[in-house]
């Protein structure tokens, strides 16, 4: 069985529902107290022993490429050797990160399409940029669950999580052929449903796909919100191969909201004790204000 070695983040969609701050700085930048999304997206593939990651940007998003950059004159200037730095070298030393512009964000399926050399034949993973998965002290979470699956049986995997279902109209929805376990065959997906959604499992950010996706992404038209959607060719995938979904360990926040970025600050805080506050009496006591 193979095992999975390459991840494929898409960062360059427009970041609307973040305006105005995403008008000058990617959303995947947004810091979850002082490391941005995309530091957290690259340890949990690190975690998950991937070797590989396609970051890809849109041509106005030089400031995800600038993060990584370790020997920029602001680095230079500094007068030692910071650990924060040494951290995101050492981060670089165990994932090659390369980039590829998608010319304009026509939708994620189209997005995916631009990792096509990336992939080179090979089965790879997927993680949204703007879908945190908070480890918990877990050692195997987010997209390395997925990949633990993956190397027992080489097929696809959405990572799914149950939403309330006046959400559903929100997310790529599963439908289960049979009962729902901790992973589950399905049979049908649909991009945000406005009625009758197939279940509550919806796609959240985490992806195995086999290298069979790009004979189905050319065969799509745009879609929901009249964009490319990767939805719809793993519709048209479900129809030769096995597709599962699965619940993954760790805990899944919606970073690309406004909401679900500060729910996942403070879950993040409350486990640092280096910040010199205890976050759960501060929100006491806000709350006795
Ligand atoms: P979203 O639809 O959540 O991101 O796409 P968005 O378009 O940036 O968000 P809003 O609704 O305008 O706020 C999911 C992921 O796919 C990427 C996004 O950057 C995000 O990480 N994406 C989306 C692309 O890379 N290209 C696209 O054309 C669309």
Not at 83 to 102: A, D, G, H, T, W
Not at 127 to 132: A, E, I, Q
Request: hydrophobic share 35%; glycine share 8%; with cysteine.
């Amino acid at each position: 069985m193979n095992k999975i070695k390459k991840v494929v983040i898409p960062v360059a969609g427009k970041g609307t529902r973040f305006l105005p701050i995403t008008k000058t700085i990617s959303k995947t930048l947004l810091p979850i107290i002082d490391a941005p999304v995309i530091q957290y997206l690259l340890e949990e593939a690190i975690k998950a022993k991937i070797k590989d990651a396609l970051i890809i940007i849109g041509y106005n998003q030089n400031d995800v490429i600038n993060y990584f950059n370790t020997e920029s004159t602001y680095v230079k200037n500094l007068n030692r050797d910071y650990e924060e730095i040494k951290y995101i070298k050492k981060l670089k030393s165990q994932i090659r990160i390369s980039y590829v512009f998608q010319e304009e964000a026509k939708g994620l399926g189209d997005a995916i399409y631009h990792a096509k050399a990336f992939a080179d034949g090979d089965d790879f993973a997927v993680m949204l940029g703007d879908d945190f998965v908070f480890s918990n002290g877990l050692k195997t979470y987010g997209i390395g669950s997925l990949c633990k699956l993956y190397e027992k049986k080489n097929d696809y995997y959405l990572g799914v999580k149950e939403v309330p279902v006046e959400a559903t109209n929100k997310y790529g929805i599963v439908k289960p052929e049979k009962e729902v376990k901790d992973c589950f065959k399905i049979s049908g997906i649909v991009e945000k449903p406005q009625d009758n959604p197939p279940s509550q499992m919806a796609c959240v950010g985490r992806y195995i796909l086999k290298n069979s996706i790009f004979s189905y992404l050319e065969k799509i038209k745009p879609g929901v919100g009249k964009e490319l959607q990767l939805t719809d060719a793993i519709a048209l995938a479900l129809k030769k191969e096995n597709v599962y979904a699965s619940k993954f360990d760790g805990i899944r926040y919606d970073v690309g909201s406004k909401g679900g970025y500060v729910e996942a600050i403070i879950s993040v805080a409350r486990t640092r004790d280096d910040l010199g506050i205890n976050i759960d009496e501060f929100l006491k006591k806000t709350m006795d204000n």
